[in-house]
């Protein structure tokens, strides 16, 4: 969408806090509810071999986590971590990691906590520079992970978000 083009950059520290009087969170570090569409077809692997359809990826497995409300910064890396280990995975095996986020330091938690490789995170930029296509979030960083992954070599990745309240999801795809 048109949200970075538009910035202000001298604007920026002059943004009052979103939460607390002397917090960090500001338009500046928060997604843009944006317009947004994406579309996923799901089918049992022998449903697309009796229709001849050639799949992308195969989800190999999901996850959630609820915590406390207050907490819902930290609600994906508990996602993360159960979708790696129904999936048998190491942080190791994950090419790319697509985790979405309403305020920057959600992406930024699993980067810090999980250990995980800033490199592999968001390679296109997460929802702060793409916006946030509410109702589409899911299906978006699907379509975002399977590009990614096509585009760099990869297999594995692992798609996360903070769907509020201290509630996450994660999905384990690989490429076929």
Not at 17 to 41: C, E, Q, R
Not at 131 to 143: E, N, Q
Not at 150 to 170: D, F, H, P, R, S
Request: aromatic fraction near 4%.
């Amino acid at each position: 969408d048109e949200q970075p083009f538009n910035a202000n950059i001298e604007k920026i520290p002059t943004l009052r806090p979103a939460f607390a009087k002397d917090g960090t969170i500001t338009a500046a570090n928060a997604s843009s509810i944006s317009d947004g569409a994406s579309a996923l077809v799901l089918m049992r692997e022998s449903t697309a071999e009796e229709k001849g359809a050639t799949p992308l990826a195969r989800i190999v497995a999901h996850s959630t986590q609820s915590q406390a409300p207050a907490e819902f910064t930290i609600a994906p890396c508990g996602a993360i971590e159960k979708v790696l280990a129904k999936a048998g995975w190491a942080k190791a095996d994950v090419d790319l990691f697509e985790i979405n986020e309403a305020f920057a330091m959600v992406a930024m938690m699993p980067i810090r906590d999980l250990e995980l490789d800033i490199e592999k995170v968001n390679i296109y930029g997460g929802a702060c520079a793409q916006g946030h296509p509410v109702g589409s979030t899911g299906s978006r960083l699907i379509v975002t992970l399977i590009n990614a992954l096509k585009n760099t070599g990869g297999t594995k990745g692992v798609a996360a978000l903070c769907i509020g309240g201290g509630e996450a999801t994660a999905m384990a795809i690989e490429l076929v």
